[in-house]
């Protein structure tokens, strides 16, 4: 279902959507948006989505890394369940390190859809599922610095751990007010401080404890079996 | 006559996401509770009295809602009382309430599409998107199976093989850490072996064609257009401001005239679909049964 | 034409000075039944790899592979793929997909086939192997047996004229591992699919195939029809250890014309070839019964409340410092046993102590600290680390030294990664990690599962050399010749409840059935012989008899 069939178009749109026009649209008076906002939010975010989901199948992933794409959302999914361990900002993170960008980008998305299997769906899963999904594929587009620093990779951690909340605020300031105003952003924004916080941590917490082990693993299976 | 989860996973699907869709699309109360009532009915009927947690969840958001957000929103006239300074408004009341039902009734929606949609047929949804990607979505799916019986087994064995050293606080936490790391070692040499089991059997060889069992018949085709059509029938007049109403600063109520009653009609018949389909089953049956 | 021939290959790996295959050539038959055997790490794994295009290791290569007559690298991938079948060890790992039906698919999916086509193959292969009610089914809840059938059969789904198989009943218990021989037989049999196979468990695979290949580091130094090939094995190959009970009683024993290759014909052509009048060796005493060190009375264990009894009423009494087999066919309850001696479950009824002390004795840890240890079935539940080494470190800091008393020598293998190690290697590494927290009782859940016949011995070592330390070794298996060959006393569990508990001679020559091969070859000629070697000892011990050349 390849609807848009210039590449180069359809990656325009990918970064234009979420990041330019879901902004615009935001930020229009309410007379224009009516109490819509929710709706058209939703909606968008869905385009992004498919847009970003439906590329892939041109994309050469080969079989092995495939199979690791699938292998780490698991374990991100089976990791959300254990009780202390919230590791999915980490795994995606690193999976877009060690297998590339578009890996990241699914290994995310994939992670955010699937737990939500299990967590409970609702109106938020497209907007996890892009959060995720494009924090790894930045970390992919990064990897070459991130990978040679550490601090710089912890400093990813807490950004995306911050960036992924702003982004669900959006969410949540459209649903509880019916609209959007920046006031209210920042008031949603100051109440979810506190988890944004914990969140960015945790997220720093995990990339440190898991950077050298998951890279060791990867690195080994990239040596001995080829990706 | 088939029932509902029978039926073709994209109809099905589409039911079910245009009946979600359209209850984010509205703020008006009648509708909502409709939503609410079919979408709560349906899944009484598939799961029977259990699933009290979920129940008590989703039914205890709207009055959640409704306490909290007039905390927060200071708009409307008519004030209750005052807190900490801050108006605490009826109009706010009200708008909480019926964001909260809005969510519950999204949220049945959602637990009703997420308990149909066994990963077969999910599969056969995400193949429209991609079939690469469906099949990393099938596997996924399998790992998280296999995954969280070996985290079970391997917590059993670290335990058993006296791995824990007794009193040292720091060894409990890094416990959990262990299994996770244990489980992740594992996971990725078995992910190999999966791999070569999949070019053994030719993935990658070329075009691949998808195995499914379902097909559509006329059955599926009329269920997708009475789908799509009552949503048409619903979103058009909804699209024209027919629900539109204020909760700000005074509720004013929307224009009871004809659109007001095609939007939430034909909404309403969407809603019930599941429920009919379900019914005429059951009757079917129950004189099917008689006969004999 | 030969369906598949294999000139001069050797193959190094890229780190390697020694090729792991070298200038090996042969050549099968279209329908021909060949078993490829060896020690450890010989290179079996890597020939059979070698000859599927696309599961070739990273490697150097020469000599040529061709199958009907086309090189393999010329061969188109549609064809490489569904005219030759590979098959694995893990029966878990080689499933891609969360339904059976899905998993039979998954090949045809591969080569583009029509739905309507799929359908109907699926229909028909689920037939032929009788899982049609497991069709609907998410393979993860099916057992070992059915997963390795269900791999064979999404293989043979592509009608392949070749199937290579790489140790598959490896995994599997006993009776599992029968009904898929018994399976791969039938296909031979009824498609002419040409079958190759490595296995180091030859008791049933032997007496069915037409050619037996044996490898020894590297190099194929024997490929014919298994008697001949047998008939001309030195007396100390290594191969040999694995071989069927009546061709190792025929080497030890000194038999003489066609060599036996099953029980029958053991029992027909190479008993009668001894004077047989001494029935019995001199009766060994059984081992003084100590302290006991593990003790259930009257357990009674259910997994579930509403679910059946796994332990029905069972006492089972381990003395210290013996090596007890613990028996019995499938959901005899043997696992649970250990379960229950590990402190994971917990009887509802009965009393279970450890070295004296109830169970619930034991406050916090403390069980699990210098007293029990569970070595776990599976070993991957124990490794987490980039080496051997780290391995050990991870539990004590001081492994050396703690170490230093550990009957085998780890020192060659710390540098190596846990997962490459073989599965022998794997088990003691294992084995070593839990010792470190040194328990004065060892419980051991199916260790010689995978492992060929010098692995056994070289565990069985081990585990004799921890019982002089006074470690107590309580070992649940599925394998009766290793319970007759090393056991001290063992017990033959039924349906949760102990049926007897002797020494392995008195255990197995009283079942008739459950016992080991040897003791059935023996049966009737002597008494109590229940391994090879007391059955070898007692033909050399009788003589052969007098003027019977001519019938031999």
């Known amino acids: 279902m390849l609807l848009i069939r210039s590449e180069r178009l359809r990656r325009t749109l990918q970064f234009v959507l979420p990041f330019a026009v879901m902004p615009a649209v935001l930020l229009l008076p309410k007379e224009t948006m009516g109490q819509y906002y929710a709706f058209i939010s939703f909606v968008m975010v869905l385009c992004a989505l498919l847009l970003f989901l439906a590329g892939f199948d041109r994309r050469e992933l080969g079989t092995r890394r495939m199979i690791l794409v699938s292998v780490m959302t698991a374990l991100s999914v089976v990791g959300r369940l254990l009780p202390v361990i919230k590791p999915i900002t980490a795994l995606t993170v690193l999976s877009a390190l060690y297998l590339g960008k578009e890996a990241g980008f699914l290994v995310g998305a994939l992670s955010a859809v699937l737990s939500n299997f299990i967590m409970g769906h609702g109106p938020w899963t497209p907007f996890q599922m892009l959060a995720w999904g494009l924090i790894g594929l930045f970390a992919g587009i990064l990897s070459k610095p991130l990978l040679r620093s550490r601090l710089l990779l912890y400093g990813y951690g807490l950004l995306s751990g911050a960036a992924y909340s702003l982004l669900l605020d959006v969410w949540t300031t459209v649903w509880t007010y019916g609209e959007f105003t920046l006031d209210a952003y920042a008031a949603a924004i100051s109440t979810a401080l506190p988890y944004t916080i914990l969140y960015a941590v945790s997220n720093v917490l995990f990339l440190a404890l898991f950077a050298k082990p998951i890279g060791d693993k990867l690195h080994r299976i990239e040596v001995k079996y080829g990706l | 006559m088939r029932s509902f989860e029978t039926m073709n996973p994209a109809a099905v699907s589409v039911q079910l996401l245009l009946a979600a869709c359209i209850t984010l699309f509205c703020l008006e109360p009648s509708l909502l509770l409709i939503s609410l009532l079919c979408g709560l009915s349906y899944f009484v009927l598939r799961n029977g009295g259990g699933s009290r947690g979920f129940h008590l969840a989703a039914l205890g958001i709207p009055a959640l809602f409704a306490v909290l957000n007039p905390l927060w929103n200071q708009h409307g006239v008519t004030v209750l009382f005052f807190l900490n300074d801050r108006a605490y408004t009826l109009e706010a009341l009200c708008y909480g309430a019926v964001t909260g039902v809005r969510l519950a009734a999204v949220l049945y929606w959602f637990r009703n599409f997420s308990d149909l949609m066994t990963s077969e047929k999910l599969f056969y949804l995400f193949r429209f998107l991609s079939p690469k990607l469906a099949l990393i979505f099938t596997v996924a799916l399998r790992n998280i199976t296999l995954f969280r019986v070996q985290m079970h087994k391997i917590q059993e064995t670290q335990r058993a093989a006296g791995l824990y050293r007794e009193g040292h606080l720091i060894d409990d936490l890094r416990g959990g850490l262990r299994v996770f790391s244990i489980l992740l070692t594992w996971a990725l040499e078995n992910g190999i072996i999966t791999a070569s089991s999949m070019s053994a059997r030719g993935y990658g060889s070329g075009r691949r064609t998808s195995c499914t069992f379902y097909r559509w018949t006329r059955g599926d085709v009329i269920l997708l257009l009475l789908s799509l059509a009552l949503s048409a029938a619903s979103l058009v007049p909804i699209a024209y401001g027919a629900l539109k109403r204020e909760y700000y600063p005074v509720s004013v109520p929307p224009h009871y005239g004809a659109g007001y009653f095609l939007a939430v009609g034909a909404y309403t018949a969407l809603a019930l679909l599941p429920l009919i389909y379900a019914g005429k089953e059951a009757l079917t049956w129950h004189s099917l049964r008689s006969e004999i | 034409m030969a369906q598949l021939a294999v000139r001069n290959l050797t193959v190094t790996y890229p780190e390697c000075s020694t090729p792991v295959v070298s200038a090996v050539s042969f050549s099968l038959e279209a329908g021909e039944f060949a078993v490829l055997c060896g020690a450890t790490g010989c290179g079996k794994t890597t020939l059979l790899r070698m000859l599927k295009q696309e599961l070739r290791p990273k490697c150097t290569q020469s000599g040529t592979v061709t199958f009907a007559g086309v090189p393999l690298g010329g061969l188109d991938a549609r064809r490489s793929a569904s005219e030759i079948g590979f098959v694995m060890q893990h029966p878990e790992q080689q499933i891609v997909t969360d339904r059976v039906w899905h998993e039979l698919a998954f090949g045809l999916e591969n080569l583009g086939t029509e739905i309507a086509v799929m359908q109907r193959r699926i229909a028909e ?428």
């Open chain 3, 125 to 552: 292969i689920a037939s032929y192997f009788g899982i049609e009610d497991l069709l609907e089914r998410d393979p993860a809840t099916l057992s070992g047996g059915q997963k390795q059938l269900l791999n064979l059969a999404s293989v043979m789904i592509m009608q392949p004229r070749l199937l290579l198989l790489d140790e598959p009943t490896a995994q599997l218990d006993p009776i599992a591992a029968s009904d898929f021989l018994t399976t791969l037989q039938r296909l031979n049999r009824d498609f002419s699919t040409t079958i190759l196979i490595a296995e180091h468990r030859l008791e049933e695979v032997i007496p069915i195939a037409d050619r037996l290949l044996v490898m020894e580091k590297g190099r194929l130094i024997a490929d014919a029809a298994p008697r001949e090939v047998l008939r001309r094995l030195p007396q100390d190959a290594p191969v040999l250890g694995g071989m069927p009970a009546a061709v190792r009683l025929w080497y030890e024993a000194g038999g003489e014309g066609e060599v036996p290759l099953s029980v029958a014909e053991a029992r027909r052509t190479l008993m009668p070839q001894f004077a047989n009048t001494v029935r019995a060796l001199p009766e060994k005493p059984a081992p003084p019964l100590t302290e006991p060190a593990a003790e259930l009375r009257e357990a009674w264990f259910r997994y579930e409340r509403r679910g059946r009894d796994v332990l029905t009423g069972l006492s089972l009494t381990v003395s210290t410092g013996e090596f007890y087999c613990l028996i019995g066919g499938n959901g005899a309850g043997k696992s649970t046993v250990l379960r229950v001696l590990s402190g994971v479950s917990q009887c509802y009824a009965g009393e279970v102590r450890v070295f004296g002390k109830r169970l619930r004795e034991y406050k916090g840890r403390s069980l699990h600290q210098g007293c029990v240890t569970l070595l776990p079935q599976d070993v991957g539940t124990l490794f987490l680390c980039n080496t051997a080494e780290e391995e050990l470190r991870e539990v004590d800091k001081h492994f050396s030294e703690k170490l230093r008393d550990f009957p085998f020598d780890l020192s060659p293998y710390l540098a190596m990664h846990p997962y490459d190690l073989s599965g022998g290697q794997q088990q003691i590494l294992a084995l070593a990690k839990v010792m470190l927290t040194e328990p004065r009782l060892l419980l051991l859940d199916e260790p010689t599962k995978g492992l060929d016949a010098a692995s056994k011995a070289q565990l069985a070592e081990v585990l004799h050399g921890l019982n002089a330390r006074g470690v107590t070794v309580l070992c649940v298996t599925h394998d009766i010749e290793f319970a007759a060959c090393h056991a001290d006393r063992c017990g033959f569990l039924s349906r949760g409840t102990l049926i007897a508990a002797d020494t392995p001679a008195a255990v197995f020559s009283g079942n008739a059935f459950y016992t080991t091969a040897a003791s059935r070859i023996s049966r009737g000629f002597y008494d109590r012989a229940v391994t090879v070697a007391d059955a070898a000892a007692l033909c050399r011990q009788n003589g052969r008899r007098k003027g019977d050349a001519a019938c031999s």
